[in-house]
C-alpha cells in the first residue's frame, strides 16, 4: 500500500479545506512547490495536486504550478477543471502521470468514454461523496447518481482506477470512512484510493486492513501538515 500526500492549491497557494469549505481555508505554503519538494525529498513517489480554483471554474488554473512541481521529478496526479479530452492531452503531455476525472465522467458519458479510450491508465475516477450522492463541481453541488453505480458505469468503459473522497470527512482528521470504502472495493475489481479524514498512523494500520479488497493507496493531507506524523512513518506503516 502506498501513501500519497496531496498538495491542494487555491489562490496559488497551498492550503487544506475542511469539507471543501472554502470559507474554512488553512494556508500551509505560500509556495505550493515548496510543499510538493517536501514530500518527494521525503519519499514520496507520487503527489496528489488538486486545482481548487479550476474545479470550480472548469478549467485549470495552475497549469504554470503544476509544471514547476513535475520539474521535481516527482509522479504526479493531477484533479480540478478537467471537464473535455483536450485538457487531458494537455496535462499527459506536460507529464501528468494520471489525471482524475470527476464532474465530467459524472455528467458526460460520452466523455468518460472517449477519455478512457483515449487515455488508458493515464485517467482515474475521482468518486465524491456527499451524503449518498456523487458531489461535483468543486463538491459545490450533488448528484442523483448513485456512488457504486457511477464507479460500475466507469469500471464498464475500461476506467483502471477510483479514487473515493468522502467530503464530510476531508480535511477534519475525522477518521476515514471504512465503511463505504469496504463496500466500494468489494463491489469493483479495479484498485481504489481512498482519501478523506486520515488523523493517525492507526487509521493508516485500518485502511491497510482493507488491502485484500482493492485499496492500495492512501491519500493524505492536513494530517502531515499539522505534524500527526511523518511521511516516512506512514509509508513505512503502509508498505509493511
Not at 123 to 135: F, I, K, S
Not at 169 to 185: K, Q, V
Not at 188 to 205: A, K, Q, Y
Amino acid at each position: 500500500m502506498r501513501v500519497i500526500p496531496a498538495v491542494d492549491i487555491k489562490d496559488g497557494k497551498c492550503v487544506r479545506l475542511v469539507e471543501g469549505d472554502r470559507s474554512r481555508e488553512t494556508v500551509f505554503f505560500a509556495d505550493p512547490v515548496d510543499a510538493a519538494r517536501l514530500w518527494a525529498e521525503s519519499g514520496a513517489p507520487l503527489i496528489h495536486v488538486v486545482d481548487l480554483d479550476g474545479a470550480l471554474s472548469g478549467q485549470p488554473r495552475t497549469i504554470p504550478i503544476l509544471e514547476r512541481i513535475i520539474g521535481l521529478g516527482v509522479g504526479v496526479e493531477f484533479g480540478g477543471g478537467v471537464r473535455n479530452v483536450d485538457t487531458i492531452e494537455t496535462l499527459v503531455a506536460r507529464g501528468v502521470a494520471r489525471v482524475v476525472i470527476g464532474t465530467a465522467a459524472c455528467e458526460d458519458p460520452l466523455f468518460l468514454e472517449q477519455a478512457v479510450s483515449r487515455f488508458g491508465s493515464h485517467v482515474v475516477l475521482g468518486l465524491d461523496l456527499r451524503e449518498g450522492r456523487v458531489a461535483v463541481g468543486g463538491w459545490t453541488e450533488s448528484r442523483e447518481v448513485a456512488p457504486i453505480e457511477m464507479a460500475h458505469r466507469a469500471e464498464r468503459v475500461g476506467i483502471q482506477r477510483v479514487i473515493f473522497t468522502n467530503v464530510a470527512r476531508d480535511g477534519t482528521m475525522s477518521g476515514p470512512d471504512l465503511t463505504f470504502a469496504e463496500r466500494l472495493a468489494s463491489s469493483v475489481t479495479i484498485p481504489v484510493t481512498l482519501s478523506g479524514g486520515i488523523s493517525s498512523l492507526d487509521d493508516i494500520r485500518s485502511v491497510k486492513r482493507l488491502s485484500h479488497l482493492g485499496i492500495d493507496e492512501i491519500i493524505v493531507g492536513r494530517a502531515l501538515y499539522d505534524g500527526a506524523f511523518s511521511y516516512r512513518d506512514a509509508a513505512q506503516i503502509a508498505a509493511s
